[in-house]
């Protein structure tokens, strides 16, 4: 795992690693209300965790409501 991370980052990243065994799309608003950021935030922090050696896969995948990402483990 990156050690280079945001506090932010690391929150996404957990929420992930919790939740991505069970799913595979994540709205950033939907996040960004479990975590207490806004979904910019959230779209932003992903951006820089796609781009990170964190061993999830993130993908942009969708923009109806929403910013969807698909997420792998």
């Known amino acids: 795992m ?7 980052q690391r ?3 957990q929420y992930f690693r919790e939740h991505a065994a ?3 799309y ?3 608003r939907l996040i960004a209300q479990e975590l207490g950021m806004t979904a910019k935030e959230v779209g932003s922090n992903i951006t820089a ?6 061993g999830v896969e ?4 969708g923009y109806s409501s929403s910013t969807t ?5």
Do not use: G
């Not at 990156?2 to 932010?8: E, F, N, Y």
């Not at 993130?58 to 995948?61: G, H, N, P, Q, S």
């Open 11 to 13: 929150r996404i990243l």
């Open 49 to 54: 965790l796609q781009e990170s050696d964190s």
């Open 69 to 73: 990402w698909k997420v792998s483990l």
């Open 58 to 61: 993130i993908e942009k995948w």
């Open 26 to 28: 994540f709205k950033s």
């Open 22 to 24: 069970t799913k595979t």
């Open 2 to 8: 990156a050690t280079d991370l945001t506090s932010k």
